[in-house]
């Protein structure tokens, strides 16, 4: 979709007359923007339906990649797309593919009544951005009312100040051509604008008695300038803890005898066992015995 000024104005200005409808960006700032548009028709909300899910039949050429409506289309089911198609051009090598855009996906879809789409439009698709169509049908009396509401949010290159108005201007023409087919009423409902949210109500908390500086009591609440404050620096002091004083005709208290720390006792050495003397009976016995192996070993020989 190509944005240029004279153009959308020039298209704005050939539908004005005869296509009354209200547009307007109504809130913006460094993150985005929302511009809403509207327009009332004679048709059904049946009939203006089906007219806005084909819009080949509505949509502005010069708001397009390939330079004709006649290649948009809109699938009107969840998931559907709302894409382009993007002709083969002329003079391209034999067996080249034609090309595509998906301006955006639907997320939510109501047959004859609303219709959510989410993407970035035209030039905003080259940027971090993410954008929420919401187009709904509502009867009035005489015929049908139409709203577009656009937000945009996310980062961009663009200043905001610059793109959101452009922006708001071609979904005005959109809106306006739509209108165009289905029969605008003479007069459409102009739309609230967007003011920032107001802040929620302050709860009034109970009186209750707040210290000044010197120490006196005042009532109503903190003060400023008196209460709220930190003491200077170097005057806190630490609080000792109170110590309390037994009470009078109390028996004396007796002092806790200490009880001797238990000292682990040393471990004693291993004594060795001492020899014991051989006595005469086991000399005179030992005597024979090595006699008695003396003369078996003369034997042997």
């Not at 007359?17 to 509207?38: D, L």
């Not at 879809?109 to 940027?127: C, H, M, N, W, Y």
């Not at 139409?146 to 290159?157: K, S």
């Not at 003060?223 to 002091?237: E, I, V």
Request: charged share 15%; glycine share 8%; with cysteine.
């Amino acid at each position: 979709m190509r944005i240029a000024g004279l153009k959308v104005a020039a298209v704005l200005l050939a539908l004005s007359p005869c296509v009354p409808a209200h547009a307007e960006v109504m809130a913006k700032n460094s993150a985005g923007f929302v511009t809403r548009n509207v327009a009332e028709v004679k048709a059904t909300p049946a009939e203006a339906w089906a007219v806005l899910v084909k819009p080949a039949g509505w949509w502005l050429s010069a708001h397009t990649f390939s330079g004709d409506a006649a290649n948009m289309t809109l699938d009107p089911v969840a998931g559907g797309c709302f894409c382009e198609r993007l002709p083969v051009p002329e003079g391209a090598p034999k067996g080249r593919a034609p090309g595509g855009v998906q301006h955006a996906r639907a997320i939510y879809v109501d047959p004859g009544k609303a219709i959510r789409l989410s993407g970035a439009l035209g030039p905003l698709q080259s940027e971090a951005l993410q954008g929420t169509l919401t187009i709904t049908i509502k009867p009035v009396e005489g015929g049908t009312r139409i709203l577009w509401e656009y937000v945009v949010g996310g980062f961009m290159r663009y200043n905001v100040d610059d793109i959101a108005p452009a922006v708001d201007k071609v979904l005005a023409a959109q809106v306006a051509s739509l209108a165009k087919q289905l029969g605008p009423i003479a007069t459409a409902a102009p739309l609230t604008v967007l003011t920032e949210p107001a802040a929620p109500p302050v709860t009034k908390m109970p009186a209750v008695k707040s210290v000044t500086d010197d120490g006196r009591s005042v009532a109503g609440g903190a003060t400023p300038g008196t209460t709220w404050r930190l003491p200077p620096a170097g005057s806190a002091k630490v609080a000792k803890p109170a110590v309390t004083a037994p009470p009078a005709n109390s028996p004396p208290v007796k002092p806790v005898a200490k009880l001797p720390l238990a000292v682990p006792a040393k471990a004693k050495a291993p004594v060795a066992p001492t020899a014991k003397a051989p006595s005469t009976e086991d000399k005179d016995k030992n005597a024979g015995i090595a006699a008695f192996d003396q003369a078996l070993g003369t034997a042997a020989h």
